[in-house]
């Protein structure tokens, strides 16, 4: 693991940083000067915390499905832990914890990155951390729990790259509100926790104003994909550890 040590770095803190560049400070400059301000703040401010949480779900998508595969399959790392007194469900909760730590690393980074922009204006900024790490959690866990069941690698991880990670980053209200889209379209972001934790995110980011109830809708919903998840990888795994 400590190979893929500098890579994981300079991935975890480029990616931030071009994201930044290319889309909040680029795109902003031009946003700004053409639309003004958007939801009351600089297109930056808008869309810097978006950009955490969307990132923090890509990483997500990564860590949950070749990995997987490789722990059953290829290296066939869950096998070793089994000889332990550790049970199927703990390797599963082992793992997505593992990772969960790379999840608060990473949005922590940005979050340093946004503060060296500027692109914060509340004092509760910090709390995009938790909420990123939240949001990749609710896609990590039902992820690793599709993961666990399948045999082979055919076409299924880069199907889900390509129709629901890249849709989720494009048409989830990171770049635009939501409700600026065609109402055929909206469904992808009401069902996806890159929106509801993007919302959530600019709640702490500027103190975006949400419906009463809002935030607790968000939290639930990102949470109770996480409880899904996690009861479903503990399922798969148990039935896949004991075959």
């Known amino acids: 693991m400590r190979g893929y040590g500098w ?67 290829w290296q066939r790392i869950y096998y070793g832990p089994l000889a332990s007194p550790l049970s199927p ?19 922590s980074v940005f979050w340093v990155l946004m503060q060296l922009f500027g692109a914060s204006a509340s004092g509760w900024s910090w709390l995009v951390i938790p909420i990123g790490a939240l949001s990749a959690l609710a896609f990590a866990a039902p992820l690793q729990a599709y993961s666990a069941t399948l045999r082979d690698e055919g076409f299924q991880f880069a199907f889900i790259q390509r129709f629901v990670v890249m849709p989720m980053f494009l048409f989830a209200g990171t770049f635009f509100e939501l409700d ?41 919903y990102l949470g109770g994909l996480v409880a899904v998840g996690l009861t479903l990888a503990n399922r798969n795994y148990r039935r896949r550890l004991t075959e």
């Open 180 to 220: 600026s889209m065609p109402v055929y379209l909206r469904w992808i972001g009401w069902l996806s926790p890159v929106w509801h934790g993007t919302e959530l995110a600019r709640v702490a980011n500027y103190g975006r104003e949400l419906a009463p109830g809002m935030v607790w809708v968000h939290l639930a």
């Open 7 to 73: 890579p994981v770095l300079v991935y975890d803190v480029g990616q931030p940083l071009l994201y930044l560049f290319a889309m909040g400070v680029g795109l902003g400059a031009i946003v700004d000067a053409n639309a003004g301000s958007i939801d009351g703040v600089a297109y930056l401010t808008f869309v810097a915390p978006a950009l955490l949480v969307s990132t923090a779900v890509m990483t997500a998508a990564g860590e949950m499905t070749y990995p997987v595969m490789s722990g059953f399959k």
């Open 89 to 107: 469900g703990q390797i599963a909760l082992g793992h997505i914890l593992a990772v969960s730590f790379r999840f608060v690393a990473q949005a």
